[in-house]
């Protein structure tokens, strides 16, 4: 998990990561997000909601920036967490999980299935504050 906070108008934190073409992401917070020939990662997306999974076309080093909404924005603090789905913990079936989140916590588990599979997702004992997302990989 990455945070920082925007002190001054206009301000804009700058992070980069490398990464290969064909990587699964999933990024988690706000900001603007370019590929490695600086065109705009996820285009047209307001980065201020979970949106789901990214495969990145390029290999190279990416860049995540941080700023305030809008340009007067002072004093906001902001987080934010890049996970690569691959690697992923393994989840068996048929076995019970103990996961516990925090506030606007992500975690991220994979499993294979089949095509016409019928997967059962049974929430032992979930707060109805939590949600459960899907992705095809």
């Keep these: 998990m990455q945070q920082g906070s925007i002190s001054e108008a206009g301000e804009v ?5 490398d990464a290969n073409a064909g990587t699964l992401v999933y990024f ?5 997000d370019y590929n490695p020939d600086d065109t705009s ?8 909601y979970d949106a789901g ?3 990145l076309e390029q290999t190279g080093t990416y860049k995540l920036q941080a700023y305030g909404y809008y340009d007067y924005t002072t004093d906001a603090d902001y987080k934010f967490q890049l996970l690569d789905l691959d690697s992923a913990t393994e989840l068996d ?7 516990t989140l925090g506030a606007k916590e992500t975690k991220v588990l994979k499993f ?5 599979e019928k997967i059962f997702y049974d929430a032992l004992n ?6 459960l997302s899907t992705f095809n990989r």
């Design 28 to 32: 988690d917070g706000q900001g603007d």
């Design 41 to 48: 990662l996820f285009d047209g997306l307001d980065n201020q």
């Design 126 to 131: 979930s707060s109805s504050t939590s949600k």
């Design 53 to 55: 999974s990214y495969l």
């Design 93 to 99: 079936f048929n076995t019970a999980q103990n996961i």
């Design 13 to 17: 934190d700058e992070y980069t990561f």
């Design 112 to 116: 294979d299935a089949n095509v016409g």
